[in-house]
């Protein structure tokens, strides 16, 4: 059952639109989570059922301080949980741009920050309260920055000259903008395989916007004609380490292997690898399990609160530890998605293709992760047995260099660099 600060903030927000002050504990602590400071840094997380402890984590992170009380715990099995995340103090810089973004991004003019235009094709996907995780990662990227929403359909309301830069995702719609007038135009590419984004994305292209950013540089680099003038910016879209839960622990594991994203077109190598496994099933020598799905588990949808962003993350990372390798295969294109950081995360031994992204993002075979050895029928079981055996030696140790590289690497490609990138290309213009 969700705790009463959380099920009063979720009330407020999506019904009554204002929160009557809640007081948590007030024998203990006048500590008050108002409907205006969820505005500006977002909702407390649900962690505990312990009203008490929410609340303190939530001013922990928000305050920059260790917040925590010696209180009569509600939920004692979360108790130490709690305490120890109320002792990793953050910078007010910090609790800032990572905050938990379970609501709506708001602009407080009082922030300092450039003035930008984020320009999609449907803007209530980044405002919804249960936005994708991607756009979960958009949201607090932009959080440096007056960041005004605007639809591609209403873009023609907005005087372009109000803001420092636009910056606008690659789709088929997607208005085109000359440069001649306009702020900097940098262009977000994902997907680059549909008809429509092809076409649209040359257009684009041809009015040389300041800069693409994308997280796949050699296919949109090797498949669109982008002028020299355009800046292409390795922007991986990779989990975000603050929803991760980190296992370290290997002896408890219930699989020896975990093979990820079988299903659909994309994946013709996963379905292979997916069908001779399969076929071998009743022969291996280590215990398996196929999963179909290339996106989280179905159980996520049933906990209450699958419609808050969230928890399906942490239930994801959940899913992909409970095996000691999690194996995938190549798609059609090139795209990893972010599956790379997914199984780092979750510090699982990641056996996977070598794509340049791999090394752009700091990735070492296996160093951080084992490449995958082809032709899959023929390489694939004895690689996967062989890296079973010596897993106590040497695969763990990769296992947990790929986490280390994790918790390193993903901060500073979500947001420092990210925000470098974009400074570079201004100052330039």
């Known amino acids: 059952m969700p705790s009463q600060i959380y099920s009063l903030a979720r009330t407020s927000w999506f019904e009554k639109n204002e929160l009557q ?24 997380r649900e962690y505990s059922k312990c009203d008490y402890c929410t609340t303190q984590e939530w001013r922990s992170r928000i305050e920059g301080k260790n917040c925590y009380v010696q209180h009569e715990c509600k939920d004692p099995s979360k108790h130490d949980f709690m305490k120890k995340r109320c002792a990793v103090v953050f910078t007010r810089g910090w609790a800032h741009l990572r905050r938990n973004y379970n609501f709506a991004l708001t602009i407080d003019p009082q922030l300092p920050g450039l003035r930008c235009l984020f320009v999609v094709a449907n803007s209530k996907q980044l405002l919804h309260h249960g936005a994708h995780p991607g756009f979960m990662i958009w ?7 007056k960041t005004t929403i605007c639809a591609f359909s209403d873009l023609h309301k907005y005087n372009l000259k109000d803001y420092d830069f636009i910056v606008m995702t690659i789709h088929g719609g997607t208005p085109i903008i000359s440069q001649k007038n306009a702020p900097p135009l940098f262009l977000y590419g994902h997907d680059h395989h549909k008809a429509d984004i092809k076409k649209r994305a040359q257009e684009l292209f041809a009015q040389q916007p300041a800069a693409l950013l994308t997280p796949y540089p050699s296919i949109w680099a090797n498949s669109f004609n982008i002028h020299k003038n355009t800046k292409v910016i390795f922007a991986p879209y990779l989990s975000d380490p603050i929803w991760s839960e980190m296992n370290q622990t290997f002896n408890n594991r219930k699989l020896d292997v975990l093979v990820i994203g079988t299903a659909g077109a994309l994946y013709p190598e996963r379905r292979v690898m997916h069908d001779f496994l399969k076929s071998q099933k009743t022969r291996l020598p280590f215990s398996l399990k196929l999963w179909e799905s290339p996106k989280p588990m179905p159980e996520a949808e049933n906990v209450g609160a699958r419609q808050y962003g969230s928890p399906p993350l942490a239930l994801w990372s959940q899913f992909l530890s409970q095996a000691k390798i999690c194996i995938f295969g190549q798609d059609k294109f090139g795209y990893l998605v972010n599956k790379y950081a997914e199984v780092a995360g979750a510090c699982s031994l990641m056996v996977a293709p070598m794509i340049p992204e791999c090394k752009s993002v700091g990735l070492i075979a296996n160093q951080n992760y084992v490449p995958l050895q082809r032709p899959i029928k023929q390489a694939l079981i004895p690689q996967l047995s062989g890296l079973l055996k ?40």
């Open 139 to 145: 949201r607090k990227r932009m959080s440096v920055y």
């Open 390 to 429: 010596q897993f106590d030696t040497t695969g763990k140790q990769i296992a947990l260099r790929g986490l280390d590289w994790f918790q390193q690497s993903c901060s500073r490609w979500l947001y420092d660099n990210f925000w470098q990138e974009i400074n570079t290309v201004l100052e330039a213009h």
């Open 21 to 44: 002050n809640a007081r948590v504990h007030p024998e203990q602590s006048p500590s008050i989570i108002t409907y205006a400071d969820m505005l500006k840094f977002g909702g407390p």
